[in-house]
Every structure is written in structure tokens, then in C-alpha cells.
């Protein structure tokens, strides 16, 4: 079956920086376009980024400039690269994989993706 398994998080100051890290199996990884959301307490699941199977990628304006998506079909692992990390990013961030090989225009939603990780925590403190 899919597994999908983040890691990475953690506590950072602000201003700081964290790799997350996502490995899938279960699935054809080229086949694949991979998302990262995060929810803060008491908030929705936002969709931060989304990366297409054969690359092109989106971000939130809210990370636009800060944080990078990127994917290693080797690996079968998806990274989300954060810098210049705010109090406001802190949240689980989840990794979720999609039955298309591209990043559709609601890819921001939740119900864009058909598979999904148990989440990290990243906690930013100012």
C-alpha cells in the first residue's frame, strides 16, 4: 500500500531554516505530482506547494521567496527547503500525493490529493 512518511521538523529560532524530507513508496513516484501543506492549530490544512511529476512547481504567497520544493526520483523523496523561517510558520506540515502527474489549479485543496503522510512539527519561536 502507499506510505507516505515526513520528517525533518523540529524547533528552529526565527530567521532559522529546516529540510523537510518525504519518502513515498506504495507508488509510481515519476507518476506522481507531491504537495506540502500545513496546518496550525484551530486552522485549515493550507496548501503550501505542489511539484509536478517531470517538474514546475507553485508555492503559496505566503512562502513564495522563502521556502523551495524539490523532488528526488532516486531517492523517491520529496524536499521542502525553509528559510528565513516566522513564527507563523509554525504548524504540522504534511506531505500528499496526488493520482496526476501535474499540479492541478485547486492544488492548494485538500481534496486535490488522494494520499497522505502523518505529518511533522515544525515549531518556529521568536
Known amino acids: 500500500q502507499v506510505q507516505i512518511v515526513e520528517s525533518g521538523g523540529g524547533l528552529v529560532q526565527a530567521g532559522g531554516s529546516l529540510r523537510l524530507s518525504c519518502t513515498v513508496s506504495?507508488?509510481?513516484?515519476?507518476?506522481?505530482?507531491l504537495g506540502w501543506f500545513r496546518q496550525a492549530p484551530g486552522n485549515e490544512r493550507e496548501g503550501i506547494s505542489c511539484?509536478?511529476?517531470?517538474?514546475?512547481?507553485i508555492y503559496a504567497d505566503s512562502v513564495k521567496g522563502r521556502f523551495t520544493i524539490s523532488r528526488d526520483s532516486a531517492k523517491r523523496t520529496l524536499y521542502l527547503q525553509m528559510n528565513s523561517l516566522k513564527p507563523e510558520d509554525t504548524a504540522m506540515y504534511y506531505c500528499a500525493a496526488r493520482d496526476y502527474d501535474y499540479c492541478s489549479g485547486t492544488w492548494y485543496s485538500r481534496q486535490a490529493y488522494d494520499y497522505w503522510g502523518q505529518g511533522t512539527q515544525v515549531t518556529v519561536s521568536s
Open positions: 506504495g507508488l509510481t513516484f515519476d507518476g506522481y505530482a
Open positions: 511539484i509536478n511529476a517531470r517538474g514546475g512547481w
